[in-house]
């Protein structure tokens, strides 16, 4: 079983749509990475976070660290948002090293 | 702006035949990974410098090596490279010190993605 699991692993929506992608982990973290990258393109992060919620634009991350889950909420989705999204998390002390979840790949359609 | 620097976007080189993949930073990070990510599949730290410190992975072929001249550069070298290493090549940069680690994002350059002919 991979240490971190998100689902789902596929995701198509209309534009418009609320869209969540959920990533649950099953190691101690320090911190929680969302991270997008677009076809054949390197990685951008888009959130970290170890606590709370936070938001920025049309996303929102949030986390419980209770329950080693977290989501990436998008709303009105647009075709840019098309990407795969992919968690990873920084162990604890496992130094900055990130272990990544297997992707969500988003298509959203016009 | 600051910024992670990939070059080149795209290499082919020949099987056997040594490459080079270079990665430059302008944001004076003092933490910098090299990851190898294979088609549909998640990016595999390969190595990392803490500063002057080199840090391999304990299932990093022997093939590949890496070198940081200073802060700013980092380079990957292949020495023989297969028809498996083919992939893209992704290099990040952070800074974290002491309890940071693990605390702060990584910015990603835009990745390499080489061809072995």
């Known amino acids: 079983k991979n240490e971190v699991e998100q689902s789902p692993q596929n995701l198509t929506a209309q534009e418009g749509e609320f869209i969540t992608i959920n990533c649950s982990y099953s190691v101690g973290i320090s911190a929680l990475h969302w991270l997008q990258q677009h076809p054949g393109g390197g990685i951008v992060s888009l959130f970290m976070?170890?606590?709370g919620k936070k938001k920025h634009g049309r996303l929102i991350a949030t986390i419980n660290i209770q329950e080693k889950h977290s989501s990436l909420h998008i709303t009105a989705s647009h075709p840019r948002d098309s990407a795969v999204y992919i968690c990873?998390?920084?162990?604890?002390?496992?130094?900055?090293?990130?272990?990544f979840g297997q992707g969500t790949e988003l298509s959203v359609k016009p | 702006d600051a910024m992670v620097i990939q070059n080149p976007r795209y290499q082919v080189t020949q099987f056997g035949k040594p490459v080079t993949l270079s990665c430059s930073q302008t944001l004076n990070h003092n933490v910098m990974y090299w990851y190898q990510q294979k088609s549909s599949q998640a990016p595999k730290l390969l190595f990392h410098?803490?500063?002057?410190?080199?840090?391999n992975e304990a299932d990093t072929p022997d093939n590949f090596q890496s070198r940081r001249p200073n802060t700013s550069f980092c380079f990957l070298d292949i020495r023989s490279p297969g028809l498996g290493d083919a992939a893209m090549y992704l290099c990040a940069t952070s800074r974290e010190w002491g309890s940071d680690r693990g605390r702060k994002p990584q910015h990603f350059g835009d990745g390499t993605r080489l061809s072995i002919l």
């Open positions: 990873a998390v920084s162990g604890y002390n496992q130094g900055g090293k990130l272990i």
């Open positions: 976070l170890s606590s």
């Open positions: 410098y803490y500063d002057k410190d080199f840090n």
